[in-house]
């Protein structure tokens, strides 16, 4: 099954991020990191400052160590003895080593850790920024899954590679060129002798770099499948349940997890060859430099000590060299987050603000549709609206009917302006939306759904939302105005209650009751209201319809429908038909016309006469 699902991948993680940034991929994105550690130049520069005193500080114990070898004992006519302030000095200046290690280590550490604190905190919450600016056709391509790797995982990948990297491999380079140096010092033959081995542990360092390198992506991109999968069930659970897909759902988690661990497996196979390969050849170069070491000293061209020493700096050359493949992972594996993160970050919003606003200084509410055409396909190859032109006045209520997805709720995306028209232009007060600020546009465009969204937080959070500077009682007024107190008041703890995670501790109804306050108090100057009223009951539905009408005197309403009862004494009802008005005008014309809404009425007016036996089975 994990071949399969590896298979039916029609676009990988990256690819879809380059699709959607209309990028081609750039390995080097990594270098963009770089800016991110500007601010912190001194710090950094403290911490690369630590490792250059560490490694310094390393290459003395060996010498300590030949020293006493060499000059530990002096030859005098007793004979052997002690030398013992050379013995004293050498363990203090031992000590001192280790002490300053430790000191240097804590305050390395400090400095590393809230260093990237700083800068991790500063690139999610671009992230952030970013997601929320982008358009919702950003959204509709991409698993919320996806987006949620980017801010948390991706971000966190890059922290041992930002901070603790740099110096690491400083502190390897230094240890590397030191070593070399100090042997060289000792004798050319030992560095000559390791660096026998020297090329072909380059060579397997490179090519195990590049395995790595396509193993990450591989890991990644898995990793993404299947925690999209985890998001997606997290949000759908009552449907999963509803539907008992449970263990359909969990087989496809399994086997996304599987996928997941087989990448991971089969890459740590592939990399698995590298510590051996760089063992045998590090013991290799050992024997070779002891070979050499045994012919300086049969030679007198060396010490014992300085033999004794040259082991020390072997390990100090060879031990570098393995840690640059661990460096080297974490590159691969931090760069490719970086690319996923930079490919998210050069996704430009569809939808932007112009350049010069407009923002009339009186709105009256008019809207108007001019010729508008639009599709959710961008090569425009399905359109959903074609050639429509509606004209809303100033304070007039319009309803909206038609057959579902015929394109009514499409109508009040573009005049939101979620997406652009492909054709034509939608106006609000005479002025092109596309001219408005978009935050602008939104505020004076009120827009209440069928299925709506509240905040954690109590119902008079959620209504603040709207009115930021009202106290309780200005909110709770509000309410009353629009006939939703009743329903409100009765809830647990009144307009304290906490409405739950998205609303979910809130009925349909009740969800519905504070959306409509909200809007209200938002005080558009056009206020849609989709399918809106339609999870209310009856006896709520008629307060609201009587408060409806007081919410929109003074304003223009956009109401779509489907029971056609509640929108009878609408000023003007279009019929919306395959993305076009088919009619337009008031219930009584449109009723004695005998067209498309005559239709539409009287299958509504059918469905909505309960059959003698349903009344029975309800009893
Ligand atoms: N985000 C989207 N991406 C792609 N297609 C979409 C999207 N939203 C809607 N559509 C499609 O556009 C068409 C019109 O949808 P729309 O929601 O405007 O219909 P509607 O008339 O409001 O329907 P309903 O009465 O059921 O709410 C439908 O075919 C729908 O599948």
């Given at each position: 099954?994990?071949?399969?699902l590896?298979?039916?991948r029609?676009l990988n993680?990256?690819?879809?991020?380059?699709?959607l940034a209309?990028?081609?991929?750039d390995?080097?994105?990594f270098?963009r990191?770089?800016?991110?550690?500007?601010p912190?130049?001194?710090?950094?520069?403290?911490?690369?400052?630590?490792e250059?005193?560490?490694v310094?500080?390393?290459?003395?114990r060996?010498?300590?160590?030949?020293?006493?070898?060499?000059h530990?004992?002096i030859?005098t006519?007793?004979?052997?003895?002690?030398?013992?302030?050379l013995?004293?000095?050498?363990a203090l200046?031992?000590?001192l080593?280790w002490?300053?290690?430790f000191?240097?280590?804590a305050?390395?550490?400090?400095?590393a850790?809230?260093?990237?604190?700083h800068?991790?905190?500063?690139?999610?919450?671009?992230?952030?920024?970013?997601?929320q600016?982008?358009?919702?056709?950003?959204?509709d391509?991409?698993?919320a899954g996806r987006?949620?790797?980017?801010?948390?995982?991706?971000?966190?990948?890059?922290?041992p590679?930002?901070i603790?990297?740099?110096?690491e491999?400083?502190?390897?380079?230094?240890?590397?060129?030191?070593a070399?140096?100090?042997?060289?010092?000792?004798s050319p033959?030992?560095?000559?002798?390791l660096?026998?081995?020297t090329?072909?542990?380059?060579?397997?360092?490179?090519?195990?770099?590049?395995?790595?390198?396509?193993?990450?992506a591989?890991?990644?991109e898995?990793?993404?499948?299947?925690t999209?999968?985890?998001?997606?069930?997290?949000s759908?659970?009552r449907?999963?349940k509803?539907?008992?897909?449970?263990?359909a759902?969990?087989?496809?988690?399994?086997a996304?997890?599987?996928d997941f661990?087989q990448?991971?497996?089969?890459g740590?196979?592939?990399?698995?060859?590298?510590?051996?390969t760089t063992?045998?050849?590090?013991?290799?170069?050992?024997?070779?430099?002891?070979?050499?070491?045994g012919?300086g000293?049969?030679?007198?061209e060396?010490?014992?000590?300085?033999?004794?020493?040259?082991?020390?700096?072997?390990?100090?050359?060879l031990?570098?060299?393995?840690?640059?493949?661990?460096?080297?992972?974490?590159?691969?594996?931090?760069?490719?987050?970086?690319?996923r993160?930079?490919?998210?970050?050069?996704?430009?919003?569809e939808?932007?603000d112009?350049?010069?606003?407009?923002?009339?200084l009186?709105?009256?509410?008019?809207?108007?549709?001019?010729?508008?055409v639009f599709?959710?396909q961008q090569?425009g190859?399905?359109p959903?609206i074609r050639?429509?032109?509606?004209?809303?006045a100033?304070?007039?209520?319009?309803?909206?009917?038609g057959?579902?997805g015929?394109g009514?709720?499409?109508?009040?995306?573009?005049?939101?302006?979620?997406?652009e028209?492909?054709?034509g232009?939608?106006?609000?007060d005479d002025?092109?939306?596309?001219?408005?600020?978009?935050q602008?546009l939104?505020?004076?465009?009120?827009?209440?759904l069928?299925d709506?969204?509240l905040f954690s937080?109590?119902?008079?959070?959620?209504?603040?939302?709207?009115?930021?500077?009202f106290?309780?009682?200005?909110?709770i007024?509000a309410?009353r105005?629009?006939?939703?107190?009743?329903?409100?008041?009765?809830?647990?703890?009144?307009?304290?209650?906490?409405?739950g995670p998205?609303g979910?501790?809130l009925?349909?109804?009740?969800?519905?009751l504070?959306?409509?306050?909200?809007?209200?108090?938002?005080?558009?100057?056009?206020l849609?209201?989709?399918?809106?009223?339609?999870?209310?009951?009856?006896?709520t539905?008629?307060?609201?319809?009587?408060a409806?009408?007081?919410?929109?005197?003074g304003?223009t309403?956009?109401?779509?429908a489907h029971r056609l009862?509640?929108?009878?004494?609408a000023?003007?009802?279009?019929v919306?038909w395959?993305?076009?008005v088919?009619?337009?005008?008031?219930?009584?014309?449109?009723i004695?016309?005998?067209?498309?809404y005559?239709?539409?009425y009287?299958?509504?007016e059918?469905?909505?006469?309960?059959?003698?036996?349903?009344l029975?089975?309800?009893?």
């Amino acid at each position: 099954m994990a071949e399969s699902l590896r298979q039916e991948r029609a676009l990988n993680d990256i690819e879809l991020e380059q699709k959607l940034a209309k990028k081609s991929l750039d390995r080097n994105m990594f270098w963009r990191l770089l800016p991110l550690l500007a601010p912190y130049k001194g710090r950094i520069a403290a911490i690369i400052g630590i490792e250059v005193i560490l490694v310094g500080i390393i290459f003395l114990r060996p010498w300590f160590v030949g020293q006493v070898i060499d000059h530990g004992f002096i030859q005098t006519a007793k004979g052997l003895v002690l030398n013992t302030p050379l013995l004293v000095w050498m363990a203090l200046g031992m000590g001192l080593t280790w002490a300053l290690r430790f000191a240097f280590a804590a305050v390395s550490q400090y400095l590393a850790g809230s260093t990237a604190i700083h800068i991790l905190n500063a690139l999610r919450v671009r992230v952030f920024r970013h997601i929320q600016a982008l358009s919702i056709r950003y959204f509709d391509s991409t698993k919320a899954g996806r987006i949620i790797s980017r801010a948390d995982r991706d971000v966190d990948a890059l922290e041992p590679l930002l901070i603790q990297g740099p110096p690491e491999l400083l502190s390897a380079v230094l240890r590397l060129v030191g070593a070399a140096f100090a042997l060289w010092w000792i004798s050319p033959k030992l560095l000559l002798a390791l660096a026998s081995i020297t090329p072909l542990l380059i060579l397997g360092t490179w090519l195990f770099k590049r395995i790595s390198e396509h193993n990450w992506a591989r890991v990644a991109e898995a990793r993404a499948r299947f925690t999209a999968h985890l998001v997606e069930t997290v949000s759908g659970v009552r449907i999963i349940k509803q539907t008992v897909q449970e263990d359909a759902n969990e087989a496809r988690y399994s086997a996304l997890v599987d996928d997941f661990n087989q990448t991971l497996v089969k890459g740590n196979i592939r990399t698995g060859w590298f510590l051996p390969t760089t063992q045998l050849l590090s013991t290799v170069g050992q024997a070779a430099l002891l070979l050499a070491g045994g012919l300086g000293i049969a030679q007198q061209e060396m010490t014992v000590g300085q033999l004794a020493q040259s082991l020390f700096y072997v390990h100090l050359f060879l031990g570098p060299l393995q840690e640059l493949n661990e460096l080297l992972e974490r590159y691969t594996s931090g760069a490719s987050s970086a690319q996923r993160i930079f490919l998210m970050l050069d996704t430009e919003p569809e939808i932007n603000d112009p350049a010069i606003p407009r923002n009339p200084l009186l709105p009256r509410g008019s809207v108007e549709f001019r010729d508008v055409v639009f599709g959710y396909q961008q090569d425009g190859s399905r359109p959903v609206i074609r050639h429509l032109n509606l004209q809303v006045a100033a304070g007039e209520v319009l309803a909206i009917v038609g057959p579902t997805g015929h394109g009514k709720s499409t109508l009040v995306q573009l005049l939101t302006r979620f997406y652009e028209v492909q054709g034509g232009a939608v106006l609000l007060d005479d002025v092109d939306v596309r001219e408005y600020p978009q935050q602008v546009l939104r505020r004076k465009v009120g827009v209440v759904l069928q299925d709506n969204v509240l905040f954690s937080g109590s119902v008079l959070h959620n209504l603040r939302l709207a009115a930021p500077d009202f106290s309780d009682e200005e909110l709770i007024r509000a309410a009353r105005d629009l006939g939703a107190d009743e329903v409100l008041e009765r809830l647990p703890q009144g307009y304290q209650t906490e409405v739950g995670p998205l609303g979910s501790f809130l009925s349909h109804g009740q969800r519905q009751l504070v959306c409509l306050v909200r809007a209200y108090l938002g005080n558009p100057s056009v206020l849609v209201l989709d399918e809106a009223t339609s999870a209310v009951d009856i006896h709520t539905e008629r307060r609201v319809q009587v408060a409806f009408r007081r919410l929109c005197e003074g304003r223009t309403a956009i109401v779509i429908a489907h029971r056609l009862a509640t929108i009878r004494d609408a000023d003007r009802i279009a019929v919306i038909w395959h993305g076009e008005v088919k009619e337009i005008g008031n219930h009584t014309t449109l009723i004695a016309k005998g067209g498309a809404y005559s239709q539409l009425y009287k299958a509504y007016e059918e469905a909505s006469v309960p059959e003698p036996d349903s009344l029975r089975s309800v009893a």
